[in-house]
């Protein structure tokens, strides 16, 4: 399993890394053409706003993943023992249920985005939404394997 999690961090973030690659060369050569050749690129503005909602939620599933998102663990901290496993599965119940329903939501927003090109480079917004889905699973993946581990014997740390 530490494989596969370790796997699923070096791809996300190899992706990351490609997303704002592709991000600066897209903003560089958008303010170049602007101020060197006096004319603009017409998709660079799309473009750039696609690969900003993928960075977005990509980087979002590789934070939870990390447990490095903004939490509101105050409460938990104080809580020892079974107390504080106990809350910590109430929260990650409820953020399993949440991203079991960002993902089937995103699921739906794909099928949609099917009939659906994308006003400048024409692209099917199924590949724009295609991220919500993709981060619903990676995450609900990493909030399973955390609730997994709290309850596991010998364990206490989610």
């Known amino acids: 399993m530490k494989k596969l999690e370790r796997g699923i961090m070096n791809v996300t973030g190899c992706f990351l890394a490609a997303l704002m690659f592709l991000m600066m060369v897209d903003i560089f050569a958008a303010v170049l053409v ?4 006096h004319t603009a690129l017409n998709f660079s503005e799309e473009l750039g706003r696609y690969v900003f909602v993928w960075i977005v939620f990509i980087g979002m599933a590789r934070c939870i993943a990390a447990d490095k998102h903004v939490a509101l663990d105050l409460l938990p901290g104080f809580l020892k023992g079974k107390s504080g496993r106990n809350l910590y599965a109430v929260i990650y119940i409820f953020s399993a249920l949440f991203f079991s329903a960002v993902t089937y939501a995103g699921i739906k927003l794909c099928e949609v985005g099917e009939k659906q090109k994308s006003a400048t480079m024409r692209i099917p917004m199924n590949y ?31």
């Open 128 to 158: 724009i939404y295609l991220c919500i889905p993709i981060c619903g699973i990676i995450s609900l993946f990493f909030i399973l394997l955390k609730l997994y581990r709290l309850f596991r014997k010998g364990d206490q740390n989610a």
């Open 34 to 37: 602007r101020y060197v050749f």
